[in-house]
Antibody
Framework: QVQLQQSGPGLVKPSQTLSLTCAISGDSVSSNSAAWNWIRQSPSRGLEWLGRTYYRSKWYNDYAVSVKSRITINSDTSKNQFSLQLNSVTPEDTALYFC???????????????WGQGTLVTVSS | DVVMTQTPLSLSVTPGQPASISCKSSQSLLHSDGKTYLYWYLQKPGQSPHLLIYATSSRFSGVPDRFSGSGSGTDFTLKISRVEAEDVGVYYCMQGLYLPWTFGQGTRVEIK
């Protein structure tokens, strides 16, 4: 059974960096069948996909254009986890942040089949 | 970005009655591999979303068979054949063909 456990601060000051981690159990961050995503949810924007990282002989990243200049998603194979960093945050980045897995097997892809528990991040001084 | 439009935005259903949610995409979600990359999720109160339907019409593991997905191209439907109390929550469609993945606004289902 795959489990994703999120951690990180719930309060970030404006202009600073939001940092969250998603620890994986039951799968590997370097799996050739998976991709590891960050999504956020706010009343104003709804569910918004932010980006992903995945390993296919080397590491790849895809980011949403809306945050591309500010976002970094990294993996840590020694701890089997991946992380989100969002720089220069403003109150508009206040949201519930989720990590989630994409898994492909047998010709089918299960997009966002397992999710973390969510972390409410408030951007405020 | 692909725009996903859901209707209705809310639904009140008597237990045992059917329910239907529509989702329209601004571009066709048909891939050259023949699959249509449309997904449905349910977010129960206080929980993370969870996957119900993948590739338009395939139920994810453990999803009851009262849930069914259909559609093609740009028009999709999620149907619940007989709504149960545990089905309350917000249902989202999502396209997984064009980055960035984009979601519908959500349809809130409540029990009468």
């Amino acid at each position: 059974q795959v489990q994703l456990q999120q951690s990180g601060p719930g309060l970030v000051k404006p202009s600073q960096t939001l940092s969250l981690t998603c620890a994986i159990s039951g799968d590997s961050v370097s799996s050739n069948s998976a991709a590891w995503n960050w999504i956020r949810q706010s009343p104003s924007r709804g569910l918004e996909w932010l980006g992903r990282t995945y390993y296919r002989s080397k590491w790849y990243n895809d980011y949403a254009v809306s945050v591309k200049s500010r976002i970094t998603i990294n993996s840590d194979t020694s701890k089997n986890q991946f992380s989100l960093q969002l720089n220069s945050v403003t109150p508009e980045d206040t949201a519930l942040y989720f990590c989630a897995r994409r898994y492909c097997s047998g010709g089918s892809c299960y997009e966002l089949d397992y999710w973390g528990q969510g972390t409410l991040v408030t951007v405020s001084s | 970005d692909v725009v996903m439009t859901q209707t209705p935005l809310s639904l009140s259903v008597t237990p045992g009655q059917p329910a239907s949610i529509s989702c329209k995409s601004s571009q066709s979600l048909l891939h050259s591999d023949g699959k249509t990359y449309l997904y449905w999720y349910l977010q129960k109160p206080g929980q993370s979303p969870h996957l119900l339907i993948y590739a338009t019409s395939s139920r994810f593991s453990g999803v009851p068979d009262r849930f069914s997905g259909s559609g093609s191209g740009t028009d999709f439907t999620l149907k619940i054949s007989r709504v149960e109390a545990e089905d309350v929550g917000v249902y989202y469609c999502m396209q997984g063909l064009y980055l960035p993945w984009t979601f519908g606004q959500g349809t809130r289902v409540e029990i009468k």
